[in-house]
T-cell receptor, first 112, second 115 residues
């Protein structure tokens, strides 16, 4: 079972920041938070991950609360191509390999 | 970056036949690969963990005799849907984690339609 809960859908205006929340209240101390997105009929694309510090890369920023029970993915300047389903995943380790269990995700629609 | 390639991208087959889907890690070795299935408007469901040189590990409720997995090399895993039926029509996706890395890369998926 997925260990995260996300809103089913969200809308955001093009050019604005898109903030996608995720709750993971049962996360363990050594588990990371991962974000992937899936554009229609494609495989998921890695966005970002973090343990407890905030992270930023060329795609997005990840803000993790101090108690690590929730996080927010931020797309700073959303474009129409960011329309996708965004998955927040807590990594379950399997002998060092990553077994990713997907929840239902958030369907983000960027409007012109 | 690391790339995972699936083949074919789509396939249509007749009911009762078998279909093989290939998953390759193109520029890295993967001792473990994961196979997912996704029905329309639903999330990805993990089917099995493919282990190089050993038997695959199947998730609860997934028939191992129907979904045959072979991981014969460090860069190739195959999923064979045996005696396919229309209810097996779905989007099948593989994933491979980089060794010691923190990322898992996904193939582009294979859309299977059984008629």
């Amino acid at each position: 079972d997925a260990k995260t809960t996300q809103p089913t859908s969200m809308d955001c205006a093009e050019g604005r920041a898109a903030n996608l929340p995720c709750n993971h209240s049962t996360i363990s101390g050594n588990e990371y938070v991962y974000w992937y997105r899936q554009i229609h009929s494609q495989g998921p694309q890695y966005i970002i991950h973090g343990l407890k510090n905030n992270e930023t890369n060329e795609m997005a920023s990840l803000i993790i609360t101090e108690d690590r029970k929730s996080s927010t993915l931020i797309l700073p300047h959303a474009t129409l191509r960011d329309t996708a389903v965004y998955y927040c995943i807590v990594r379950v380790a399997v002998g060092g390999a990553q077994k990713l269990v997907f929840g239902q995700g958030t369907r983000l629609t960027i409007n012109p | 970056g690391a790339v995972v390639s699936q083949h074919p991208s789509w396939v249509i087959c007749k009911s009762g036949t078998s279909v093989k889907i290939e998953c390759r890690s193109l520029d890295f070795q993967a001792t473990t690969m994961f196979w997912y299935r996704q029905f329309p408007k639903q999330s990805l469901m993990l089917m099995a963990t493919s282990n190089e040189g050993s038997k695959a590990t199947y998730e609860q409720g997934v028939e191992k005799d129907k979904f045959l997995i072979n991981h014969a090399s460090l860069t190739l895993s195959t999923l064979t849907v045996t005696s396919a039926h229309p209810e097996d029509s779905s989007f099948y996706i593989c994933s491979a984690p980089t060794r010691g890395g923190t990322e898992a890369f996904f193939g582009q998926g294979t859309r299977l339609t059984v008629v």
